[in-house]
Structures are given as structure tokens and as C-alpha cells.
């Protein structure tokens, strides 16, 4: 089944304990992206990948790192997490574009809950 | 600042109407305009996509409308059903997986 799976799904930490959150896409996509989801807010980019070893910050990339050492696995990385980054995170993959310049739809994780006390 | 403005936030609707939810975008650059459907506990999934050429698009009982002079586009839900219950997102792109989302609409569909 193509699926995007994110882990964990729920994860209750403190401020400063430094955690990963893993993702991982079976379907050979080239482009994978980060998204937090809060209300009010919508869905708000983290960081985006195009491809192995290339990545680049979305809207809000401050407190977050990244990594794309291989096609398929795309980790967001909190070093220092702080009660502000409580939200609901979403790994997204894409393959590439169809016809002209239109994008293929974005492929998403079921999402992790992250609570930072 | 949001580049996609989505209304309403929430919207209760009965068994059988027709659900509208809106959203304008400022940036002419944009190129393909999709609609994301996410239900609870789960990450969205697309619903439906337009491109600015085509004027209206319909899949079953979801249509986008469009209108490329006025910069808004919308989703009409015929004959919603209380399995059409979710949170909606409308998005905005250009280049390849340049993404901005509306805030979301919590659509609630009541028997």
C-alpha cells in the first residue's frame, strides 16, 4: 500500500529534550515536505526537500532541522524543543509534476501530536 | 500573513444542502488551485484540483468554481451527507510544490 508513515504519532516531552520525528515514504517520491497544523492557522511548511541532499525552509523553519540522506526517509529534527512547537505535524511527499508546470497532489502521514511541557 | 484567505472557519449544514466554502488569493503567480479534505486523526487527502484556465471543475458531488478576474475560487458540496464531515483546506501553488493553505473550514454535516 503507497502510503507516507510518520512516527511516533502522539509524543509528550520537555522544553529542551531533543527529539526526532521520523518519516518515511514507499513511493519513490522525490519531494517531501514538513508541515505543523495549528487552529486557526492552517497548515504552515516546516522545511521542504526536493530530492537526496537537498533541502530548503518553508515559512517556518525556526527550532527545526532537517535531513534527506535517502529518498525515502525525511526526519524532522527538534535539538531544543520549546512549548510553542506544541502542534500537530505532518510529513507530505509528492512525485513529480504532471502536464506543464501543475503539481501532482501532496501525499500525506496521519500526523504527529507533539506536546512540549 | 496568510496568502490564501478561507472562509468560513466552520460551517454546520443539514443532510442534503449544498455546503460553500471560499477562498481568495493575491498573488497572480499562483497555478493550480487544490482542495484538501482531512478527516479527524487523519492527514489530508486531495479532494479535487482546478488550474486558472478552466472556469469550473466537477468530480461527483464536489465542484470548484473559479474565477481567475476576481482572484477566488470556491467548493460547493451538493447534497451533502454526514460522511462529508471533515476539516477542508484550500491551497494555492506555483513551481513545483510551492504550497500555501487556507486556515481551514470545519464542515459538520447534521442529519
Known amino acids: 500500500e503507497a502510503q507516507v508513515t510518520q512516527n511516533p504519532r502522539y509524543l509528550i516531552t520537555v522544553t529542551g529534550k531533543k527529539l526526532t520525528v521520523t518519516c518515511s515514504q514507499n513511493?519513490?517520491?522525490?519531494?517531501m515536505s514538513w508541515y505543523r497544523q495549528d487552529p486557526g492557522l492552517g497548515l504552515r511548511q516546516i522545511y521542504y526537500?526536493?530530492?537526496?541532499?537537498?533541502?530548503d525552509k518553508g515559512d517556518v523553519p525556526e527550532g527545526y532541522k532537517v535531513s534527506r540522506k535517502e529518498k525515502r526517509n525525511f526526519p524532522l529534527i527538534l535539538e531544543s524543543p520549546s512549548p510553542n512547537q506544541t502542534s500537530l505535524y505532518f510529513c507530505?511527499?509528492?512525485?513529480?509534476?504532471?502536464?506543464?508546470?501543475?503539481?501532482?497532489?501532496?501525499?500525506f502521514g496521519n500526523g504527529t501530536r507533539l506536546t512540549v511541557t | 500573513q496568510q496568502q490564501v484567505k478561507q472562509s468560513p472557519q466552520s460551517l454546520i449544514v443539514q443532510k442534503g444542502g449544498i455546503s460553500i466554502i471560499n477562498c481568495a488569493y493575491e498573488n497572480t503567480a499562483f497555478d493550480y488551485f487544490p482542495w484538501y479534505q482531512q478527516f479527524p486523526g487523519k492527514g489530508p487527502a486531495l479532494l479535487i484540483a482546478i488550474r486558472p484556465d478552466v472556469s469550473e471543475k466537477k468530480e461527483g458531488r464536489f465542484t470548484i468554481s473559479f474565477n481567475k478576474s476576481a482572484k477566488q475560487f470556491s467548493l460547493h458540496i451538493m447534497d451533502s451527507q454526514p460522511g462529508d464531515s471533515a476539516t477542508y483546506f484550500c491551497?494555492?501553488?506555483?513551481?513545483?510544490?510551492?504550497?500555501?493553505f487556507g486556515i481551514g473550514t470545519k464542515l459538520q454535516v447534521i442529519p
Open positions: 507530505a511527499s509528492s512525485g513529480a509534476a504532471g502536464q506543464g508546470s501543475y503539481n501532482s497532489p501532496l501525499h
Open positions: 526537500s526536493m530530492n537526496v541532499e537537498v533541502t
Open positions: 513511493m519513490n517520491h522525490e519531494y
Open positions: 491551497a494555492a501553488s506555483w513551481g513545483y510544490q510551492k504550497v500555501t
